[in-house]
Protein backbone atom coordinates (compact mmCIF):
# COMPACT_ATOMS: atom_id res chain seq x y z
CA UNK A 1 0.00 0.00 0.00
CA UNK A 2 1.32 3.43 -0.76
CA UNK A 3 2.26 5.56 1.93
CA UNK A 4 2.47 8.59 -0.20
CA UNK A 5 1.69 11.88 1.34
CA UNK A 6 -1.60 13.13 -0.71
CA UNK A 7 -3.52 14.62 1.68
CA UNK A 8 -4.95 18.17 3.12
CA UNK A 9 -5.20 20.54 0.09
CA UNK A 10 -3.79 19.78 -3.53
CA UNK A 11 -3.84 22.53 -6.70
CA UNK A 12 -5.70 21.41 -9.50
CA UNK A 13 -3.08 23.90 -11.73
CA UNK A 14 -3.94 26.02 -14.37
CA UNK A 15 -1.84 26.82 -16.70
CA UNK A 16 -0.43 30.44 -17.69
CA UNK A 17 -0.39 30.94 -21.44
CA UNK A 18 1.46 33.87 -23.18
CA UNK A 19 -0.39 36.51 -26.23
CA UNK A 20 1.02 33.61 -28.97
CA UNK A 21 -0.51 31.30 -26.90
CA UNK A 22 2.26 29.23 -26.06
CA UNK A 23 3.17 28.39 -22.45
CA UNK A 24 4.29 30.54 -19.98
CA UNK A 25 7.01 28.81 -17.98
CA UNK A 26 8.16 32.47 -16.40
CA UNK A 27 4.96 32.64 -14.74
CA UNK A 28 3.89 29.06 -14.30
CA UNK A 29 7.40 29.08 -11.84
CA UNK A 30 6.07 32.04 -9.89
CA UNK A 31 2.47 30.27 -9.26
CA UNK A 32 4.01 27.25 -8.00
CA UNK A 33 5.98 29.33 -5.84
CA UNK A 34 2.59 31.05 -4.80
CA UNK A 35 1.25 27.88 -3.92
CA UNK A 36 3.45 26.49 -2.10
CA UNK A 37 4.56 29.68 0.14
CA UNK A 38 0.90 29.97 0.92
CA UNK A 39 0.41 26.88 2.25
CA UNK A 40 -0.87 24.13 -0.12
CA UNK A 41 0.23 20.46 0.68
CA UNK A 42 0.76 19.24 -2.61
CA UNK A 43 0.03 20.48 -6.64
CA UNK A 44 -1.70 18.69 -9.77
CA UNK A 45 -0.49 19.85 -12.72
CA UNK A 46 -2.23 18.52 -16.04
CA UNK A 47 -5.26 18.19 -14.98
CA UNK A 48 -8.78 19.49 -16.66
CA UNK A 49 -7.88 22.69 -14.77
CA UNK A 50 -4.71 22.93 -16.51
CA UNK A 51 -6.60 22.77 -19.90
CA UNK A 52 -3.87 19.51 -20.20
CA UNK A 53 -6.11 18.33 -23.54
CA UNK A 54 -5.71 20.94 -25.30
CA UNK A 55 -1.31 20.58 -25.07
CA UNK A 56 0.68 18.21 -26.86
CA UNK A 57 2.72 15.82 -25.04
CA UNK A 58 5.66 17.63 -24.98
CA UNK A 59 3.93 20.90 -23.67
CA UNK A 60 2.74 18.56 -21.05
CA UNK A 61 6.36 17.07 -20.46
CA UNK A 62 7.09 20.77 -19.93
CA UNK A 63 4.85 21.69 -17.79
CA UNK A 64 5.55 19.25 -15.62
CA UNK A 65 9.41 19.61 -15.83
CA UNK A 66 8.93 22.99 -14.93
CA UNK A 67 6.86 22.47 -11.83
CA UNK A 68 9.64 19.58 -11.01
CA UNK A 69 12.01 21.84 -10.73
CA UNK A 70 10.10 24.82 -9.00
CA UNK A 71 8.98 22.44 -6.64
CA UNK A 72 12.60 21.47 -5.97
CA UNK A 73 10.96 18.55 -3.41
CA UNK A 74 9.17 21.30 -1.07
CA UNK A 75 5.43 19.40 -1.69
CA UNK A 76 4.52 16.43 -3.73
CA UNK A 77 3.35 15.97 -7.52
CA UNK A 78 0.37 14.43 -8.85
CA UNK A 79 0.71 14.51 -12.76
CA UNK A 80 -2.31 14.57 -14.42
CA UNK A 81 -2.61 11.34 -17.23
CA UNK A 82 -5.71 10.00 -18.22
CA UNK A 83 -8.17 9.16 -21.49
CA UNK A 84 -9.85 7.21 -22.90
CA UNK A 85 -7.21 4.97 -25.10
CA UNK A 86 -5.59 3.00 -22.59
CA UNK A 87 -2.45 2.14 -24.49
CA UNK A 88 -2.18 5.58 -25.27
CA UNK A 89 -2.27 6.15 -21.49
CA UNK A 90 0.49 3.60 -21.09
CA UNK A 91 2.98 5.20 -23.54
CA UNK A 92 2.21 8.97 -21.95
CA UNK A 93 2.58 7.76 -18.19
CA UNK A 94 6.13 6.26 -19.31
CA UNK A 95 6.61 9.19 -21.02
CA UNK A 96 5.92 11.02 -17.71
CA UNK A 97 7.20 8.76 -15.72
CA UNK A 98 10.89 9.56 -17.58
CA UNK A 99 10.36 13.19 -17.12
CA UNK A 100 10.40 12.63 -12.90
CA UNK A 101 6.68 11.78 -12.37
CA UNK A 102 6.28 8.92 -9.40
CA UNK A 103 2.56 9.06 -8.74
CA UNK A 104 -0.13 10.30 -11.49
CA UNK A 105 -4.19 11.32 -11.56
CA UNK A 106 -5.69 9.46 -14.05
CA UNK A 107 -9.28 10.06 -15.00
CA UNK A 108 -11.48 7.02 -15.99
CA UNK A 109 -12.30 6.70 -19.80
CA UNK A 110 -14.86 9.13 -20.99
CA UNK A 111 -16.93 9.04 -24.39
CA UNK A 112 -16.74 5.09 -24.95
CA UNK A 113 -18.17 4.30 -21.80
CA UNK A 114 -16.53 1.00 -20.53
CA UNK A 115 -18.00 -1.55 -18.07
CA UNK A 116 -16.69 -1.76 -14.91
CA UNK A 117 -14.51 -4.71 -15.85
CA UNK A 118 -12.81 -2.53 -18.55
CA UNK A 119 -12.43 0.38 -16.10
CA UNK A 120 -10.74 -2.38 -13.82
CA UNK A 121 -8.62 -3.67 -16.89
CA UNK A 122 -7.80 0.13 -18.21
CA UNK A 123 -6.67 1.41 -14.57
CA UNK A 124 -4.33 -2.63 -13.94
CA UNK A 125 -2.71 -1.93 -17.66
CA UNK A 126 -1.56 1.40 -16.28
CA UNK A 127 -0.30 0.46 -13.06
CA UNK A 128 1.50 -3.16 -15.02
CA UNK A 129 3.11 -0.79 -17.77
CA UNK A 130 4.34 2.20 -16.06
CA UNK A 131 5.04 0.93 -12.23
CA UNK A 132 3.22 4.25 -11.05
CA UNK A 133 1.45 5.13 -8.32
CA UNK A 134 -2.11 6.30 -9.31
CA UNK A 135 -5.04 8.21 -8.16
CA UNK A 136 -8.43 7.27 -9.93
CA UNK A 137 -10.11 10.39 -10.65
CA UNK A 138 -14.18 9.77 -11.01
CA UNK A 139 -15.88 12.90 -12.37
CA UNK A 140 -19.54 11.36 -13.90
CA UNK A 141 -20.23 15.26 -15.16
CA UNK A 142 -17.72 14.80 -17.58
CA UNK A 143 -17.32 11.23 -18.56
CA UNK A 144 -20.55 10.28 -18.70
CA UNK A 145 -19.72 6.95 -16.40
CA UNK A 146 -19.63 5.96 -13.15
CA UNK A 147 -17.20 4.41 -11.33
CA UNK A 148 -18.78 2.13 -8.84
CA UNK A 149 -17.66 1.84 -4.95
CA UNK A 150 -17.24 -2.07 -5.54
CA UNK A 151 -14.46 -1.24 -8.00
CA UNK A 152 -12.85 1.12 -6.14
CA UNK A 153 -12.48 -1.46 -3.39
CA UNK A 154 -11.52 -4.17 -5.65
CA UNK A 155 -8.93 -1.46 -7.48
CA UNK A 156 -7.77 -0.93 -3.95
CA UNK A 157 -7.16 -4.53 -2.77
CA UNK A 158 -5.11 -5.52 -5.75
CA UNK A 159 -2.50 -2.89 -5.19
CA UNK A 160 -3.64 -0.98 -8.61
CA UNK A 161 -4.51 2.26 -7.02
CA UNK A 162 -3.42 3.98 -3.92
CA UNK A 163 -6.55 6.98 -3.82
CA UNK A 164 -9.36 8.25 -5.62
CA UNK A 165 -9.88 12.03 -6.11
CA UNK A 166 -14.20 11.42 -5.88
CA UNK A 167 -16.12 14.05 -7.91
CA UNK A 168 -19.21 11.78 -8.74
CA UNK A 169 -21.21 14.30 -6.29
CA UNK A 170 -23.24 11.65 -4.75
CA UNK A 171 -22.56 12.19 -0.60
CA UNK A 172 -24.11 8.21 -0.63
CA UNK A 173 -20.99 6.68 -3.01
CA UNK A 174 -18.69 8.83 -1.38
CA UNK A 175 -19.64 6.78 2.05
CA UNK A 176 -20.02 3.52 0.81
CA UNK A 177 -16.52 4.01 -0.86
CA UNK A 178 -14.81 4.90 2.41
CA UNK A 179 -16.97 2.16 4.29
CA UNK A 180 -15.49 -0.26 2.07
CA UNK A 181 -12.09 0.74 1.79
CA UNK A 182 -11.36 2.54 4.91
CA UNK A 183 -7.58 3.71 5.86
CA UNK A 184 -6.47 1.75 3.28
CA UNK A 185 -7.52 4.43 0.35
CA UNK A 186 -6.70 7.90 0.68
CA UNK A 187 -9.95 9.29 -0.50
CA UNK A 188 -9.83 13.36 -1.32
CA UNK A 189 -12.67 14.88 -2.45
CA UNK A 190 -12.87 16.39 -6.24
CA UNK A 191 -15.32 19.44 -5.29
CA UNK A 192 -14.22 22.26 -3.05
CA UNK A 193 -18.08 22.71 -1.83
CA UNK A 194 -18.32 18.82 -1.10
CA UNK A 195 -15.26 19.01 1.03
CA UNK A 196 -16.56 19.18 4.54
CA UNK A 197 -19.25 16.37 4.23
CA UNK A 198 -16.09 14.01 2.64
CA UNK A 199 -13.53 14.93 5.13
CA UNK A 200 -16.10 13.91 7.98
CA UNK A 201 -17.37 10.89 6.33
CA UNK A 202 -13.34 9.69 5.59
CA UNK A 203 -11.70 11.78 3.59
CA UNK A 204 -8.34 13.24 3.55
CA UNK A 205 -8.54 15.88 1.50
CA UNK A 206 -9.43 18.07 -1.62
CA UNK A 207 -7.89 18.44 -4.98
CA UNK A 208 -9.24 21.69 -5.06
CA UNK A 209 -9.78 24.38 -7.90
CA UNK A 210 -10.54 27.35 -5.67
CA UNK A 211 -6.61 27.09 -3.95
CA UNK A 212 -5.73 28.84 -7.20
CA UNK A 213 -6.51 31.86 -6.00
CA UNK A 214 -7.22 31.51 -2.27
CA UNK A 215 -4.65 29.08 -1.32
CA UNK A 216 -3.82 30.39 2.17
CA UNK A 217 -7.55 30.79 2.69
CA UNK A 218 -8.37 27.09 1.68
CA UNK A 219 -5.52 25.53 3.54
CA UNK A 220 -6.78 27.43 7.04
CA UNK A 221 -10.10 26.13 6.27
CA UNK A 222 -8.73 22.23 5.97
CA UNK A 223 -6.89 23.02 9.17
CA UNK A 224 -10.30 23.00 10.92
CA UNK A 225 -11.57 19.89 8.98
CA UNK A 226 -8.65 17.86 9.97
CA UNK A 227 -9.14 18.87 13.50
CA UNK A 228 -12.91 17.40 13.22
CA UNK A 229 -13.16 21.16 13.91
CA UNK A 230 -16.91 21.06 12.56
CA UNK A 231 -17.97 24.58 14.23
CA UNK A 232 -14.99 26.49 13.32
CA UNK A 233 -15.04 24.77 9.59
CA UNK A 234 -18.55 25.94 9.15
CA UNK A 235 -17.53 29.56 10.00
CA UNK A 236 -14.62 29.05 7.59
CA UNK A 237 -16.53 28.51 5.13
CA UNK A 238 -18.95 31.33 4.95
CA UNK A 239 -16.97 33.82 2.76
CA UNK A 240 -15.87 30.73 0.90
CA UNK A 241 -19.14 29.62 -0.53
CA UNK A 242 -19.88 32.40 -2.74
CA UNK A 243 -16.35 32.05 -4.44
CA UNK A 244 -17.48 28.29 -4.51
CA UNK A 245 -20.51 29.36 -6.48
CA UNK A 246 -18.44 32.02 -8.65
CA UNK A 247 -15.58 29.64 -9.97
CA UNK A 248 -17.96 27.08 -11.44
CA UNK A 249 -20.94 29.76 -12.82
CA UNK A 250 -18.92 28.92 -16.49
CA UNK A 251 -16.91 25.44 -17.41
CA UNK A 252 -14.11 25.50 -15.12
CA UNK A 253 -10.99 27.06 -15.50
CA UNK A 254 -13.19 29.87 -17.32
CA UNK A 255 -13.61 31.95 -14.09
CA UNK A 256 -10.90 30.79 -11.89
CA UNK A 257 -8.72 32.17 -14.77
CA UNK A 258 -10.71 35.12 -14.80
CA UNK A 259 -10.02 35.40 -10.92
CA UNK A 260 -6.42 34.53 -10.80
CA UNK A 261 -6.17 37.73 -13.65
CA UNK A 262 -8.32 39.84 -10.75
CA UNK A 263 -5.35 39.40 -8.22
CA UNK A 264 -2.14 39.46 -10.83
CA UNK A 265 -1.43 36.40 -10.53
CA UNK A 266 -1.89 35.53 -14.53
CA UNK A 267 -3.37 36.78 -17.26
CA UNK A 268 -6.88 35.03 -18.01
CA UNK A 269 -5.59 33.23 -21.60
CA UNK A 270 -7.40 30.03 -22.67
CA UNK A 271 -7.08 27.74 -25.40
CA UNK A 272 -9.85 27.14 -27.54
CA UNK A 273 -12.33 25.78 -27.54
CA UNK A 274 -12.39 27.81 -23.96
CA UNK A 275 -13.10 31.45 -24.06
CA UNK A 276 -12.73 34.29 -21.67
CA UNK A 277 -15.48 34.77 -19.31
CA UNK A 278 -18.63 37.23 -20.12
CA UNK A 279 -18.51 40.42 -18.13
CA UNK A 280 -21.40 39.48 -15.43
CA UNK A 281 -19.09 36.31 -14.21
CA UNK A 282 -16.22 38.65 -14.20
CA UNK A 283 -18.13 41.76 -11.86
CA UNK A 284 -19.32 38.18 -9.77
CA UNK A 285 -16.06 37.38 -9.53
CA UNK A 286 -14.80 40.77 -8.24
CA UNK A 287 -17.60 40.87 -5.94
CA UNK A 288 -16.46 37.76 -4.08
CA UNK A 289 -12.86 38.15 -3.68
CA UNK A 290 -12.99 41.17 -2.07
CA UNK A 291 -13.40 39.55 1.57
CA UNK A 292 -10.00 38.14 0.78
CA UNK A 293 -8.02 41.30 -0.39
Known amino acids: MSTSPFRGVGTAMITPFKVDGSIDHAILADFVDFQISNGVDFLVPLGTTGE ?14 TTLKTTAGRVPILAGCG ?5 AIV ?3 QRLKEAGATHILSVSPYYNKPTQEGIYQHYRAIKR ?12 GRTASNVLPETVARLIDDGVIFGIKEASGSITQIQKICSLVGERCQVLSGDDAMTLPVMATGGVGVISVVSNVLPKAM ?9 KDYAKGMELLKPLLPVFEA ?34 TMHQLQDVLKPFR
Open 52 to 65: SVTMSEAEQIEVLE
Open 83 to 87: GNNTA
Open 91 to 93: KKG
Open 129 to 140: ETGLEIVLYSVQ
Open 219 to 227: REWMAALEA
Open 247 to 280: LFVESNPIPVKGAASLLGLMEARYRLPLVPPVES
